[in-house]
Each structure stands twice: as structure tokens, then as C-alpha cells.
């Protein structure tokens, strides 16, 4: 147990939906990270936010956004589903932005 | 911008026998780097991690790697697998004037008895 908890577990949708993907950090981790992981893209960084900020984006679509809370939870918003965007959606927390991550136990996301 | 390949995408191996996993990057700033490794249906859970210091890092479950420079790799090593070790094995690599990591495709380790 990485001690980063991530709801739900399994999520099944429409396309042309929206989602709201939940991540709580592990205790006193400042740095929250999403990931995309999928068959024909591999793990895919996403967004990364420390302490409320965002620091650092990568491969996000304009229909993705995420947000970091003052608690430190992060939540991650898929909007416009498309059948591709269906995958095992990540987060990971560190103490800073230079250390180890460690990763919860991922939202697969299906989009039918 | 850096990548990282990991050159084998699958390495079956037989259960005793050692194994070793294979990373390079490319980057123009000095960076540290990880391996992860993921059960089926599990979320990923790190191994191992240079920072700083000596080449040979030494892991959980009896993995090491070294990291090598002049050869940009960071070559992932056991030298006796357990069918328990079968799993997808990730190397990661961040620069330190950055804050995201880039992993690469990930090499399937397949562990026969």
C-alpha cells in the first residue's frame, strides 16, 4: 500500500461525458501527478501540481483539467469523452517535486 | 528534450536464472532515475532510485541497478528471478531542472518455472 488513494475504482461511461477522477496524496506529500496509461501510448505524464500550484504539464488535452485543493487532494476532469481517452488513469505523490513518486492503484476508465 | 528506451519489450526467463533489464536515456542535464515495476492490476511501486552518490543503487526484492554515465543506461539487474518476479518492469528518468518524470515503454518480464 503506497499510501496514495485514488476513487473510483472502475469507471464505465458514454461518450461525449464527463468524469471527475479523484486522488488523495499520501500524508504530507505536497506534489500530486497524473497519469495516463494505455495500450498504444504507454504511460503518459499528465499534469503534476505541488502544493496547490501547477508546475508542470505534459501530454493533457484541452478537454482534461485538473486541480490540486487546499487539503491536497487532487481531482482530474475528463470532459468530451472519446472512445480513446478509455484507460487506466494514475496519480502519484512525492514529498517534492525531485523525489520518488509513489503511485496509487489507478481509475480504469471505459468509454463506451 | 530526453527520452528514455528500454530495449527489450518482453524477456521471458527461466525461474533461478538471472535477469537483466535493459535502460538508456538521453538528456542534456544531469537527472536521476528510477525504476518501477507493476503486477498485474496494480498500480506501479518503486524499486529503486539514483540521486546522487555511488553508480550501484540496491533495490527491494533484490534488484540493483547501476547507472553508467559515459553510457547514459541504467541497466536493471537480478541475479536470481522468482515466478513472483513476473510483472512490468518501468524505467524513469526526471532532470533536475524539471518536474516531470518520462518513462519508458516498459519490458514485460515473464517468469517460468
Known amino acids: 500500500d503506497s499510501g496514495v488513494t485514488q476513487t473510483p475504482k472502475h469507471l464505465i461511461t458514454a461518450t461525449g461525458q464527463r468524469v471527475t477522477l479523484r486522488c488523495s496524496p499520501r500524508?504530507?506529500?505536497?506534489?500530486v501527478y497524473w497519469y495516463q496509461q494505455s495500450l498504444d501510448q504507454g504511460l503518459q505524464f499528465l499534469i503534476q501540481?505541488?502544493?496547490?500550484?501547477?508546475?508542470a504539464k505534459g501530454n493533457i488535452l484541452e478537454r482534461f483539467s485538473a486541480q490540486q485543493f487546499p487539503d491536497l487532494h487532487s481531482e482530474l476532469n475528463l470532459s468530451s469523452l472519446e472512445l480513446g481517452d478509455s484507460a487506466l488513469y494514475f496519480c502519484?505523490?512525492?514529498?517534492?517535486?525531485?523525489?520518488?513518486?509513489?503511485f496509487g492503484p489507478g481509475t480504469r476508465l471505459t468509454v463506451t | 528534450a530526453q527520452s528514455v528506451t528500454q530495449l527489450d519489450s518482453q524477456v521471458p526467463v527461466f525461474e533461478e536464472a538471472p535477469v537483466e533489464l535493459r535502460c538508456n536515456y538521453s538528456?542534456?542535464?544531469?537527472?536521476?532515475l528510477f525504476w518501477y515495476v507493476q503486477y498485474p492490476n496494480q498500480g506501479l511501486q518503486l524499486l529503486l532510485k539514483?540521486?546522487?552518490?555511488?553508480?550501484l543503487v540496491k533495490g527491494i526484492n533484490g534488484f540493483e541497478a547501476e547507472f553508467n554515465k559515459s553510457q547514459t543506461s541504467f541497466h536493471l539487474r537480478k541475479p536470481s528471478v522468482h515466478i513472483s518476479d513476473t510483472a512490468e518492469y518501468f524505467c524513469?528518468?526526471?532532470?533536475?531542472?524539471?518536474?516531470?518524470?518520462?518513462f519508458g515503454a516498459g519490458t514485460t518480464v515473464t517468469v517460468r518455472a
Open positions: 538528456s542534456s542535464v544531469s537527472v536521476y
Open positions: 524513469a528518468v526526471g532532470r533536475s531542472n524539471d518536474y516531470k518524470l518520462s
Open positions: 501540481y505541488y502544493n496547490g500550484e501547477e508546475r
Open positions: 539514483y540521486l546522487s552518490g555511488s553508480t
Open positions: 502519484a505523490s512525492s514529498s517534492s517535486p525531485l523525489s520518488e513518486q509513489y
Open positions: 500524508s504530507g506529500d505536497l506534489s
